[in-house]
Nanobody
Framework: QVQLVESGGGAVQPGGSLRLSCTAS????????MGWYRQAPGKQRELVAS???????NYEDSVKGRFTISRDNAKNTVYLQMNSLKPEDTAVYYC????????WGQGTQVTVSS
């Protein structure tokens, strides 16, 4: 069982920045891939960014160049740095970890509004 605890969400104006953190209850070197998903009201959950054990990263097209996913193995934490935020980035953001099973965090709200 892997527990994921997210933090860092909040409200920000368009053009602002936020950094999300996801801390795992186990050594993340044992996790094949970790990622951030988001779900806006009335929409399906979508993958925003992922990072694999070897360091390879993937991004959803709309966040490329604005969001950066990274990991700190010593802290068992994955980050999502979000810059140039837009109103359409408003959603609940969920941390995800994949081993032979899939685990989810509880979600953190990100609201981008003027």
């Amino acid at each position: 069982q892997v527990q994921l605890v997210e933090s860092g969400g909040g409200a920000v104006q368009p053009g602002g920045s936020l950094r999300l953190s996801c801390t795992a209850s186990i050594n993340i070197r044992s996790i094949d891939a970790m990622g951030w998903y988001r779900q806006a009201p009335g929409k399906q959950r979508e993958l925003v960014a992922s990072i694999f054990l070897g360091g390879t990263t993937n991004y959803e097209d709309s966040v490329k160049g604005r969001f950066t996913i990274s990991r700190d193995n010593a802290k068992n934490t994955v980050y999502l740095q979000m810059n140039s935020l837009k109103p359409e980035d408003t959603a609940v953001y969920y941390c995800n970890a994949r081993t032979s099973l899939v685990f989810w965090g509880q979600g953190t709200q990100v609201t981008v509004s003027s």
